[in-house]
């Protein structure tokens, strides 16, 4: 049985973009679980639709396929609750959630600004369309003209690192000794940009560049091979 | 043995404001440790001086004296591991500290502008002039200047409450089914606004009104009595 997990790329095959694929990527890693990458394009409906969904991360596990990365992730803690737990048990879980909804409604609106151009460079040629008509229509306004300053951009989104940090000064992972999907959640935020940008996000000195190098240092070795801007 | 809280209060004795000391009435309630909260305001500093800190909350526990929120919500878990858990096992602990640094560096910053001038107003008349000083230092400007338009001050600090609304959309409490120390953090935030000020901080319909509805529903008996503005 091979295990599926359909991710999405872009012109290059091995650049893998998705900070909700990267969750699931690290989480199978977490649980020690093999698996294989398959590249998957924004307009490859057709390739998914076995899922029901539209959207990667697609996990054909065996008999099962589950979408959503928050769906992915709580059916690997409770289809393989011998290997390493992803949560730390039900509260931490319930816990996570938080983290998880900072990352999509905080961390991850001001950073896209810093990306959306240099995305729109490496996704495959047929998705250069979907992807600018979609973002333009979500943004209102042309790729280009949706930061126009990005030194302040990157300002802000260091501002929006400040509980991040502070906790990573006291401790090596948001999940204590050691990473939790908490960590992944937040660490897939990071992927995504290095899989598409070499701007540099992090003052060297930051607590959370040396929590970077922590989880990079974790990656599996699937994932090194992977294209990185 | 009396367990003893001293805590933050304004001219009325039971006027108490502090969102720290909220914290841990809320964990000794948690916990079901009978205490005793004793009224202390900003300039009795001799008071707690046998704490080695100037600032509350401040618990004297039999023998042991402990000050700082974070330090004591940790102490009361380890001293009492046989009454019901404020964190869930040492993961969730670890992922409450993210919640805490939020609570403390976004949610604090963006609620604090709309009290000011109401804690000065509650404040017992020889901490009057602390208050003022210190506050108007930190802000680098009067007291009546810091928040010049409540309403984009309330837009703003709604805005912030995005993880959490979304986190409460999906589950009663941050901690799941039940509350951890993870929402007495959040919730000493808004029985702070709520001891100072009659000011409507939440939409009707916001799943953060509901949860705090929960919240204020589970107060300990001593605890209700207290002053509200």
Redesign the interface.
């Known amino acids: 049985m091979t295990r599926l997990l359909y991710e999405l790329a872009g012109a290059e095959p091995d650049r893998r973009f998705s900070p909700f694929c990267w969750r699931i990527r690290l989480a199978l890693e977490h649980k020690g679980l093999p698996f294989e990458g398959r590249p998957w394009r924004f307009t490859e409906r057709e390739a998914i639709a076995f899922s029901g969904s539209d959207k990667v991360p697609v996990l054909v596990d065996g008999a099962r396929t589950i979408a959503d990365s928050a769906v992915i992730a709580a059916y690997l803690e409770e289809t393989y609750p011998d290997a390493p ?1 992803l ?13 998880g ?2 990352a ?3 961390l991850h609106p001001a950073l896209v600004p810093l990306l959306l151009t240099d995305i729109h460079g490496v996704v495959a040629p047929q998705d250069r369309d979907y992807f600018r008509q979609s973002r333009e229509a979500r943004f209102g306004k042309a790729l280009e003209a949706v930061c126009p300053d990005p030194e302040a951009q990157l300002v802000a989104f260091r501002r929006t690192l ?3 940090r ?2 990573l000064r ?2 090596p ?5 050691g990473p ?1 999907y ?1 960590d992944h959640i937040v660490m897939g935020a990071f992927l995504w940009a290095r899989s598409v940008s070499a701007r540099p996000l992090l003052e060297p000195d930051d607590p959370v560049a040396a929590w970077r190098e922590r989880m990079l240092a974790r990656l599996g070795e699937g994932s090194r091979g992977l294209v990185a801007a």
Chains 1, 2 share one sequence.
Do not use: C, E, M
């Open positions: 737990s949560f730390g048990g039900p509260q931490a879980q319930a816990l996570a959630r938080f983290i909804h900072w999509d409604g905080v400040s509980p991040l502070a906790t006291a401790q992972f948001l999940g204590g000794d939790l908490a």
